[in-house]
């Protein structure tokens, strides 16, 4: 069973995510204090409105019950963008995508410890789910953060070295993302994963 507690995490967190209500005693997860941390990768691109619903309405329910503690959560903003040539990119929704892209890349970069960056993110992609995108920067105020170092980031060189490396994870993902938001889990992206049937005695 050990070999296949991974699948087994990764079965529940899918029905988790689309079948049940996260705050009832029967949805809770306890695993063995030794079992190691599943996997969980989001790409996705800031201004895609599946990426704002996914990132505002479900990863929020990894925080409740503490079902946070056995998965490592990371976040990629690139998606469907394209290198153009000349270290140059294009996003999907335009260069507000491509700027929003890089805030949330030197987020992340900034402050590297999930429970740091992920209030800043979910609070710019709130206001991407609600159509106030311009409104990005209120974010640091609401939060109490200094916009200072994300600002000299995405205004600087080490703005777009993060871009490109995010371009680099997303574009060698086999198989190769097809949509956004990608959730991959445990190195299995998640469609593939819950298409399978696990046997959970």
């Known amino acids: 069973m050990a070999a296949n507690r991974p699948a087994v995490v990764l079965s529940i967190i899918c029905c988790f995510f689309f079948l049940f209500d996260p705050l009832s005693s029967a949805s809770k997860i306890t695993l063995p204090s030794d079992s190691s941390k599943v996997s969980l990768t989001l790409y996705y691109e800031s201004l895609c409105p599946y990426s704002a619903n996914f990132i505002v309405n479900y990863l929020p329910k990894l925080f409740q019950d503490d079902l946070i503690s056995i998965v490592d959560l990371r976040l990629v903003p690139w998606g469907n963008a394209k290198i153009t040539g000349n270290d140059t990119f294009s996003c999907q929704h335009g260069p507000a995508e491509c700027l929003l892209n890089t805030v949330e890349a030197c987020a992340i970069d900034a402050w590297p410890q999930l429970n740091d960056h992920f209030p800043f ?23 109490g953060l200094e916009s200072k170092t994300i600002t000299d980031c995405y205004a600087g060189g080490l703005g777009l070295k993060l871009d490109l490396q995010y371009a680099a994870e997303t574009n060698a993902l086999e198989p190769p993302h097809r949509y956004v938001p990608w959730v991959v889990v445990d190195g299995q992206p998640l469609y593939e994963v819950c298409s399978l049937e696990y046997q959970i005695d």
């Open 121 to 143: 993110i979910y609070c710019v992609e709130a206001l991407v789910y609600e159509r106030k995108y311009l409104e990005w920067e209120s974010c640091f105020e609401e939060l």
